[in-house]
Every structure is written in C-alpha cells, then in structure tokens.
C-alpha cells in the first residue's frame, strides 16, 4: 500500500422494491432471518433510488457516513454487521492509472467515507432502508472488490434491513428465508427481470399522515410475541401463497397476480391489527383508496389494479397496462385533487409524461375530471384536497448499477469529504 494521500472511490444505484407478499416477523433479530418467504417488484430506479459514494484512503481517520447531507452514526449493530462481512471478503485492487495497489489484508487497517443519498424524500415514509442497504453493500462490494455473485451479497445487504436483501435484483425477486442458523441461505433470487412483464405501471399515492408511526422493525417485534394469525400466516398461508405469486409472475397472469397482492396486503394488515397492542398502519385515505380499485375491478369483472401498503399509509397501486393506469390516474385526481395552487408536475411526479396521456398537462385541469362511472358516491365525494401529498408514477426497473460518470459522486475527489 502507498502512503501518500490518495482517494479511491466508487459510486452506484440501487432501486427499492415493493413487496407484494410481505414479510413480517424475524425468527433471529439479530441476523435478520424471516419467518417466511416474500415476494417483491423492483421500483425504476430512475424514479425512486438511492446513490452510494464509498471511499477509502490513508487519510482517513475513522469510518464516517452522511446520509442526505447529515452525518450519522456507523455505531449501530447493522451498519457494523455490513461493514465486517463485506471488509471479510475484501480482494485484492489495483488502480495503475492512479498508482493505487491495496492488498486484502489492507482493508482491516483502511477506513472508509460513506455518503448516500435518496432520490425522494425519506420523510414521504417509502422504504429508504431497503434501498440504503442494498446500496451500501452493493458499492463496498464494488470498491474492495468482492468476488461474490448479487446472492450472496443479499444475505450482508439482509443483516443491514431485512427488505434491503430484495433491492439487489431488477425485476422480480424472491426472499427466500432458509433454514441455517448462520442465515447463510437467507437470501434473494430474482425470479424474472424488469423486462419479462413491462406492461405493468405502477403509481404510488403518497398519503398525508400527521401520526408516528411504529418501525417496521418494532412493529414486527411486537406481532412476533403477540399475534397468533402471524403463526397461521408464516406456517399454513405464505408458502402456498409464494408458489401461486410464482406461477402468476412466470405467466405473466394479472388477475392472480392481483388477487395475490391484495390479500397479502390485506392480511398482514390483519396481523398488524392481532398485535398486542394494535398497530394501524393505513389510515382513512388508504381505506377509500382500496374501496375505490375495489369497486373498479368488480365493475370490470377482471382486475384492473393491484394496491399493496407496507407500514405506513402510502398506497402503491399496480396497474395491468398503461391505458388503464391512465384511467386509474383520472380517478385518484378526481378523488383526491391537489390543493389550488399546486403545479401538476409537482403533484405527479416520475414518469410525469402520464399526464399527457390523461389530458392533464395544459390549461384543462383536474375540475373538468368526471367520476369514475361504477363509483358514484360512497367514497365520498371531491372534497379530499390534501390528502394526498402527491403521486408518482413508475414501473418495474432494473437492479443496483455504478455509476462511472464521476460527476454523480457524492464525496470529493480530493479530499474524500462530501461535495
Ligand atoms: C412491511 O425490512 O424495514 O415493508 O428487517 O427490521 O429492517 P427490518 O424491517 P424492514 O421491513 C419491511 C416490512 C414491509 C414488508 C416487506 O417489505 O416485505
């Protein structure tokens, strides 16, 4: 090793998911092993992603992390857990363009500078651990050069947040949740890229929420010791659910694939509801949200939209086609208008070219929007202004990439602090 002053450094994206048969429930917290299998769709990462710069260099003094701007603590047992299995499995780099050699024994010695970043807002309450993990594991992986394939790097990403082991596939991805004690084949598959079912658009409806919520963390700690239907669940409903979710994925079938999300989502809400205390993750908004497709897809005959919410009261709702989620757009406008003076760009935001498709990007606004025909009144009428924060519009993307283009970079190439 050099003992000049040099900056190494890598830079990557990983996407976050959404899981449409959830876990909830660890068998060991502290290796972060479920008690059973999930199913996720990864999120575009052009949409929603998290950006990773890690840098190692002689001048460093300790390990640091900023995470959107803010420096934080690397103390916690899941960060430390990360950061020992990937610096175990250091290789061997070489950069001759810069004169850097670091031998695999370095790595003990070396210190690291983290900084990441969300490319949404981490108070819109949308998995930033998943992404953050999976990001983190994913560029240390890169710059100390570890020779492991995305599975295995799934089950280091796992011990840092258990949703994060997903984030390391495009597509489609299975947790699966093994059965080794050290949690060796806990880890993620990807059943089908991005591109196998690319008709799907999925819009997610950021809800207003005033209340704290639990952790998902907590959450599930709590469910684990009190809830019976999470037994029934892990034991007799998911694996026969995992199967039938994979079938409907590999056949592209939407009408199971819907009926799958929906109950899942709907049933670990149940759970939630059999803890001791109860846990209320969806609020009014989401009810009427999942009154709203329920009412659609039964006038249509065949689902149109799935919806899906994790621990919190977003609805991430998955449309079959883009026609059809250029309707569903119409119809969540109508319910839940935007407060007077908001831009629509900044009310439907990602893939915004949507709104286009639904005549809503000129000077006819949402007031000229008409009632979704098979819905009438009893969701209430257009008076839910605010509810929503705002809408974004995405599809199923591909997994973690670097990012080569050094302007991305979060650290300065100099003195490896942020930019
Ligand atoms: C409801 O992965 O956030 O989103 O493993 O404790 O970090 P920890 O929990 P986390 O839980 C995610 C729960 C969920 C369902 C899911 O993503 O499968």
């Given at each position: 090793?050099?003992?000049?002053k040099?900056v190494?450094?890598?830079?990557?994206?990983?996407?976050?998911?959404i899981a449409?048969?959830k876990?909830?429930?660890k068998?060991?917290?502290?290796?972060?092993?479920?008690v059973?299998?999930s199913?996720?769709?990864?999120?575009?990462?052009?949409?929603?992603c998290?950006?990773?710069?890690v840098?190692?260099?002689p001048a460093?003094?300790?390990?640091r992390?900023?995470?959107n701007g803010k420096e934080?603590s690397l103390?916690?047992?899941r960060?430390?857990?990360c950061?020992r299995e990937?610096r175990?499995?250091?290789?061997?780099?070489?950069d001759?363009?810069?004169?850097?050699?670091?031998?695999?024994?370095d790595w003990?010695?070396?210190?690291?500078?983290?900084a990441?970043?969300n490319?949404?807002p981490?108070a819109?309450?949308?998995?930033?651990?998943?992404?953050?993990?999976?990001?983190?594991?994913?560029s240390?992986?890169?710059?100390?050069?570890v020779?492991e394939?995305p599975?295995h790097?799934?089950?280091?990403?796992?011990?840092?947040?258990?949703?994060?082991c997903?984030s390391?596939?495009?597509?489609?991805?299975?947790?699966t949740?093994?059965s080794?004690?050290?949690?060796?084949d806990?880890v993620?598959?990807?059943?089908a890229?991005e591109?196998?079912?690319?008709?799907?658009v999925?819009?997610?409806?950021?809800?207003?929420s005033?209340?704290?919520e639990?952790?998902?963390?907590s959450?599930m700690?709590?469910?684990?010791?009190?809830?019976?239907?999470?037994?029934?669940?892990a034991?007799e409903?998911?694996?026969k659910?995992i199967l039938?979710m994979e079938?409907?994925?590999?056949?592209?079938d939407?009408?199971?694939?819907?009926q799958?999300?929906c109950?899942d989502?709907?049933?670990?809400?149940?759970?939630c509801?059999?803890?001791?205390p109860?846990i209320f993750y969806?609020n009014?908004?989401?009810?009427?949200?999942?009154?709203?497709?329920e009412?659609?897809n039964?006038?249509e005959?065949?689902?149109?939209?799935a919806?899906t919410?994790?621990?919190?009261?977003?609805?991430?709702?998955?449309?079959?086609?883009r026609k059809?989620?250029?309707q569903?757009?119409?119809?969540?406008l109508y319910?839940?208008p935007?407060?007077?003076?908001?831009?629509?760009?900044?009310?439907?935001?990602?893939d915004?070219?949507?709104?286009?498709?639904?005549?809503?990007?000129g000077?006819s606004g949402?007031?000229?929007?008409?009632?979704?025909?098979?819905?009438?009144?009893n969701i209430?009428s257009?008076?839910q202004k605010g509810?929503?924060?705002?809408?974004?519009?995405?599809?199923?993307?591909k997994?973690?990439?670097?990012?080569?283009?050094?302007?991305?970079?979060?650290?300065?190439p100099?003195?490896?602090?942020?930019k």
């Amino acid at each position: 090793m050099a003992t000049e002053k040099w900056v190494f450094m890598v830079t990557a994206q990983t996407p976050t998911n959404i899981a449409v048969i959830k876990y909830w429930g660890k068998r060991d917290e502290a290796r972060i092993l479920p008690v059973n299998d999930s199913i996720s769709v990864t999120l575009d990462p052009d949409h929603l992603c998290t950006v990773t710069t890690v840098a190692v260099s002689p001048a460093f003094d300790r390990d640091r992390m900023w995470l959107n701007g803010k420096e934080i603590s690397l103390s916690g047992s899941r960060y430390q857990n990360c950061l020992r299995e990937i610096r175990s499995r250091a290789g061997d780099v070489e950069d001759k363009e810069k004169g850097i050699t670091i031998g695999k024994k370095d790595w003990e010695k070396l210190h690291l500078h983290i900084a990441s970043h969300n490319n949404f807002p981490t108070a819109a309450g949308l998995a930033s651990s998943a992404a953050g993990f999976a990001c983190l594991v994913f560029s240390l992986a890169k710059l100390m050069n570890v020779d492991e394939d995305p599975s295995h790097l799934s089950a280091i990403a796992r011990q840092g947040s258990g949703s994060a082991c997903r984030s390391l596939f495009g597509g489609f991805v299975k947790w699966t949740m093994g059965s080794k004690e050290d949690g060796s084949d806990s880890v993620a598959v990807q059943l089908a890229d991005e591109k196998h079912w690319d008709d799907l658009v999925i819009i997610i409806a950021v809800v207003s929420s005033q209340q704290k919520e639990t952790s998902s963390t907590s959450g599930m700690r709590e469910s684990v010791e009190t809830s019976l239907l999470l037994q029934h669940r892990a034991k007799e409903v998911v694996p026969k659910r995992i199967l039938q979710m994979e079938e409907a994925i590999k056949n592209r079938d939407f009408a199971s694939f819907t009926q799958l999300t929906c109950t899942d989502s709907n049933q670990f809400h149940a759970v939630c509801l059999d803890t001791s205390p109860p846990i209320f993750y969806m609020n009014d908004t989401s009810h009427r949200i999942i009154s709203l497709v329920e009412k659609w897809n039964r006038s249509e005959g065949t689902p149109q939209v799935a919806y899906t919410f994790d621990a919190g009261p977003n609805a991430v709702l998955i449309a079959r086609n883009r026609k059809v989620a250029v309707q569903l757009l119409q119809g969540l406008l109508y319910y839940f208008p935007p407060k007077s003076d908001t831009d629509m760009k900044s009310y439907v935001v990602g893939d915004n070219s949507i709104l286009k498709e639904a005549g809503l990007d000129g000077a006819s606004g949402v007031e000229n929007l008409q009632p979704p025909p098979e819905i009438k009144d009893n969701i209430g009428s257009q008076d839910q202004k605010g509810e929503v924060s705002y809408f974004i519009c995405t599809r199923p993307g591909k997994g973690p990439i670097v990012l080569q283009d050094q302007t991305q970079a979060l650290l300065d190439p100099e003195t490896g602090l942020p930019k």
